[in-house]
């Protein structure tokens, strides 16, 4: 077949023969998917930087026990997180999509009003669990800690949620005002904090919180919610929240299930070698940080377009965008952690002055288990995208014995390099699994049973 112009091969169609790769149109398509992706990199570094600027200040002020304390509490609210996720979060960003460009701002708002209703449960929980740990003396900071954590998480969620729904909107750019809000807001504060040694993990979260609450009301004023539209046909709350528990439901079990394993980690590791283990293991993480971020704002980018190209049935355009998805992944994972191998030391002098320079091995580990993590989400945005939370809990399910065998006897065996070590193991299983439940959709065509 012969190349002339732009064209490349041709079809048929009702209105005649329409180039099938067109030059020029792929070029535009790959100019405005290259913007927007550097916007929402962009966008979320500066939400990491808010994050890591705290983060590093609290590992380098106070003890490791006490950070320890921090990011145990902190990891709790990773399970608050993610019932929030699965009842309010992804259903928003991958059901009835179509209501963000007819009636974005009453949808949005009725989908505040039930993550207000949501986290009285959820932080009230939390809550109630932190106050009963630091009145009964069973583990004072840890309580004192979950209590804050209580009182920041619907802020930080409601930061988190106006982020997302700017992605829907298509407005990284507003999303990017945002985060530059939150990154001067938590760095100001944190060095304010710092000065007058204020830091805590209780101020920690306080920190959190205020910043979060702050960048939310930016977020959502710009998106409109707080202005009028017109009346339509809007869905009604009652209506909303079935619709979001008959798919968030079986998420909820993956939650349930899920948190056997980050949260279950940490867990066996306050246990078995204590929380200054627990401070250690987050200090050297803080590196592949980035990594997660980055993979997060992809995530945010482009899981809109697959649902969308999901709901209008177009099976190609989903299968393609996953695999460019994968190769970008890990492709930049695979640079991130040659350069973890080789810099690890001077990071760890660079940032925290020799305080962990004994540790800062096993900053390649972890960054190890972040590679193998960005992966694994690659395939979970798939499974997401075409609306198949039941095999989210199958992969979840499948992935928790090998990170509570490998934990125990490797913590037992090797202390905290058993604990990151357990971690690499863990996405390991993470990305085998969800490879294979994520394969019907990227055959080549996408097979009739599963479409």
Request: charged share 10%.
């Amino acid at each position: 077949m012969s190349i002339s112009g732009s064209v490349t091969a041709t079809i048929a169609t009702g209105r005649g023969r329409q180039p099938l790769f067109d030059r020029q149109r792929m070029l535009a398509a790959a100019t405005e998917w290259v913007g927007r992706g550097s916007v929402a990199v962009s966008e979320q570094a500066l939400f990491a930087g808010g994050n890591f600027v705290l983060n590093i200040a609290l590992a380098m002020t106070i003890p490791a026990a006490d950070y320890g304390a921090f990011v145990f509490a902190f990891t709790m609210f990773t399970i608050v997180a993610g019932f929030h996720n699965a009842l309010i979060l992804e259903p928003a960003t991958v059901l009835r999509t179509t209501l963000y460009d007819a009636q974005p701002r009453s949808y949005i708002r009725a989908q505040v009003f039930l993550h207000a209703c949501v986290m009285v449960v959820l932080a009230g929980a939390l809550g109630v669990i932190g106050v009963l740990l630091a009145t009964t003396g069973a583990n004072v900071p840890i309580g004192k800690a979950m209590t804050a954590a209580a009182c920041a998480s619907p802020f930080i969620l409601l930061h988190w949620m106006g982020r997302r729904f700017l992605y829907v909107l298509r407005r990284p750019p507003t999303a990017l005002a945002g985060s530059a809000v939150y990154l001067s807001f938590i760095g100001a504060v944190t060095l304010i904090a710092r000065a007058n040694h204020w830091l805590s993990p209780g101020t920690g979260f306080a920190i959190l919180g205020s910043g979060s609450a702050v960048t939310a009301l930016f977020l959502l004023a710009r998106a409109g919610v707080f202005s009028r539209e017109p009346r339509g046909n809007r869905p009604g709350l009652m209506e909303l929240a079935i619709e979001r528990w008959s798919y968030g439901r079986w998420l909820i079990g993956s939650v349930c299930i899920e948190s056997a394993i980050v949260p279950g980690l940490t867990l066996l590791t306050t246990v078995m070698i204590g929380l200054s283990a627990v401070g250690v293991l987050r200090a050297m993480q803080i590196f592949v940080v980035p990594a997660g971020h980055t993979v997060t704002a992809i995530s945010a980018l482009v899981l809109p377009a697959l649902a969308r190209d999901y709901q209008h049935g177009r099976f190609s355009a989903l299968r393609d965008k996953t695999r460019r998805v994968l190769l970008v992944i890990i492709a930049g994972a695979v640079v991130f952690e040659l350069a973890l191998a080789l810099l690890h030391t001077p990071l760890e002098h660079l940032v925290y002055g020799r305080k962990f320079a004994q540790f800062a091995f096993l900053i390649p580990i972890v960054g190890g288990a972040a590679l193998l993590d960005g992966t694994a989400a690659a395939y979970s945005m798939l499974l997401s995208a075409v609306q198949r939370p039941r095999l989210q809990l199958i992969s979840v399910a499948t992935t928790v014995p090998v990170t509570l065998i490998s934990g125990l006897v490797f913590i037992s065996m090797w202390g905290i390099t058993g604990a990151a070590l357990a971690s690499v193991m863990t996405a390991t299983a993470s990305v085998a699994v969800r490879r294979r439940l994520a394969q019907p959709w990227l055959r080549e065509p996408v097979p009739a049973a599963v479409s």
